[in-house]
């Protein structure tokens, strides 16, 4: 039987297993088949697929130059990042709803902006508290679509090079060819995490059609949406990963996806990630910047 986990910060007060490893805590839970993991950081997770975890880093990837992606935020708490977030203009940033669902560690957390190193060393580094936030109010919990959530930082970004907001996609758009991963996910392909220091990034991964990621992911694929997006490759070798959660798939300076869950181990053939598609939220992001 083989171990099926989600990392899932909806899943707090499940039966899960608290795993602590390198300073991040995960929960787990047994299931038969595979492991699905919901990319969240292991202080708010549990459930069944993985959610990419807010503890880890880009599986497959490199390190990432200083400001090749100045809109990335580090979401921490109690210094330990556990996702991602990108920021949408001064005060607000867009992340996955499954790493806002635990309040009270949401509203204790720090933003770290402007370091590629996640322990925010950088002499660019912006940190910022989150007073609100939002989440879908379609999204019910665990590796479903409308994984999108908003947060409100009351002291402004000061633009500089290393920081600066991301642009988002026309409505409607379903983007197609490949495109840019940005995290601080575990870069393990295995189930034993192994997180980096520094941001990572996956160039050039292959957008696959909804109908390849449902039927490479099996029952799970039911889950897959029209609002979702998926990459590749099939063949495995690159991924997001757990603490991957709420970062940006990019092209160019536009965010096309919103990382959201996948399977575990990380970077396997024939298990896609799954991303929330921007395009499909343009009005709803637009409608709820407001307190």
């Not at 986990?5 to 909806?10: L, Q």
């Not at 297993?17 to 699905?36: C, D, E, P």
Request: hydrophobic share 40%.
């Amino acid at each position: 039987m083989t171990l099926s986990h989600t990392v899932n910060a909806g899943d707090v007060n499940s039966s899960a297993k608290t795993v602590i490893a390198n300073g991040q805590q995960t929960m787990w839970r047994h299931y038969s088949l595979t492991i699905f993991l919901l990319l969240v950081l292991g202080l708010c997770l549990g459930s069944g697929f993985v959610f990419a975890q807010p503890e880890g880093r880009v599986v497959g990837g490199t390190a990432a130059a200083a400001n090749s992606a100045p809109y990335i935020v580090s979401m921490q708490y109690g210094g330990t990042h556990y996702c991602a977030a990108s920021i949408l203009n001064t005060n607000w940033l867009v992340t996955a709803a499954h790493c806002l669902a635990n309040r009270n560690q949401v509203l204790g957390s720090t933003l770290l902006a402007g370091s590629i190193a996640v322990a925010g060393t950088a002499s660019t580094t912006q940190k910022r508290s989150i007073t609100y936030f939002v989440i879908n109010d379609l999204y019910t919990g665990g590796t479903v679509p409308y994984d999108i959530g908003l947060i409100y930082t009351p002291t402004a970004f000061v633009w500089t090079a290393a920081v600066a907001p991301v642009k988002l996609p026309s409505a409607g758009v379903r983007p197609t060819g490949s495109a840019n991963l940005f995290g601080w996910g575990s870069t393990s392909k295995t189930n034993s995490p192994a997180y980096p220091k520094t941001l990572q990034e996956v160039k050039n991964i292959p957008i696959i059609s909804l109908d390849s990621c449902a039927k490479a992911l099996g029952s799970k694929g039911a889950d897959v949406h029209t609002t979702n997006l998926c990459t590749g490759p099939l063949t495995g070798g690159t991924s997001f990963c757990t603490s991957d959660s709420g970062g940006p798939l990019v092209q160019g300076n536009v965010l096309i996806g919103i990382v959201s869950w996948g399977k575990l181990p990380c970077g396997q053939p024939n298990s896609p990630s799954v991303y929330v598609q921007v395009s499909s939220f343009i009005s709803w992001i637009a409608a709820n910047q407001k307190l």
